[in-house]
């Protein structure tokens, strides 16, 4: 681990760094989202970019880059947990049980809302 | 007898880690847990949805929170590097600015929450409104949890530092975790909620 004074300096060079790049990427997010592309597209374009923003935060800000084995450890069932959580909205679209599958509705349904 | 908390400066020869480090992070990985049942669920009720408004929120202003709160990552990890350094007085600078860059961000949440209530956009109105408040509302609760940690360490959790400097450094690191974790939490949600 860093302790000494003049390593720190060095990673508050770092620190300062990942604080302009998230400015910027703050920034191409905003700029991106005016330029209404279809919403697949805009929501994986944010997406990525979220997660590299996410990801400088963790790695830098948090000392991810360098950590010990346990944290690393703790993360990979963290991000196990985090995958299944995320796959449970396709397990209920999948899950038809109670649900009509194939209603022929008519088209003026739709608009009722 | 010496009744010490063991493992707040040393490293567990097991884990090669302090006991509070390894504690916040396994808080954080309930955290993630938390906040990840919640995105699960703005994509369930988004993919079960007619339809999704765009554009009911105000962009200028989340994008100005966004960016407080990237600042005020800035400013934690810039209080801890300062402890580090030694400079006890930069170290007050940097974490006064951090409490003092949160409660900004809260104020303009207010002001957010305020203009939704006064055009009657309720919790009830609709779903993604539901989702909105819940996930903005749990993450305020952070900013708040985060500001009193910091509040306590700017007043009567100063005066460790004269006992145990060390101690103290690693409470603010773990503070800083906590933080940078709360900035993260934002980073997606802000696009999720603001801009898709």
Known sequence: ??????????????????????MIFTVITVAVSRFHFGVPIAI?????????????????????SYERKWIYGALILTGLGFLILM?????????HIGTPIHVEAPASAHGGH | MDMNIPYTVEERPDSGLTNGKLGIWLFLASEVMLF??????????????????HGELNVPLGTINT??????????????????????????????????????????????YAAHFASG??????????IYFT????HGLHILGGIA????????GAKLYRKNPEQFTNRIEYTGLYWHFVDLVWIFLFPVLYLL
């Open chain 2, 121 to 130: 956009e309720l919790p009830a109105k609709s779903t993604f409104l539901a």
């Open chain 1, 44 to 64: 994986t374009v944010a997406l990525i970019i979220a997660s590299i923003k996410g990801s400088m935060v963790a790695t830098v800000f948090m000392h991810l």
């Open chain 2, 67 to 112: 960016i407080i709160l990237i600042g005020s990552s800035m400013t934690m990890v810039m209080a801890w590097a300062s402890l580090k350094m030694h400079d006890w007085s930069k170290h007050r600078l940097y974490l006064i600015a951090t409490v003092v860059l949160a409660l900004v961000f809260l104020v303009n949440k207010y002001f957010e």
């Open chain 1, 87 to 95: 796959s449970v909205p396709s397990f209920t679209m999948m899950d």
């Open chain 2, 36 to 53: 990840g049942a919640l995105f699960s669920t703005y994509i369930i009720l988004r993919m079960g949805a007619p339809e999704w408004p």
């Open chain 1, 1 to 22: 681990m860093h302790s000494d004074p003049e390593s720190i300096r060095k990673s508050v060079r770092s620190y300062i760094a990942v604080f302009v790049l998230l």
């Open chain 2, 149 to 156: 940690v910091m509040g306590y360490f700017i007043g009567p």
């Open chain 2, 135 to 138: 996930l903005t509302g749990l």
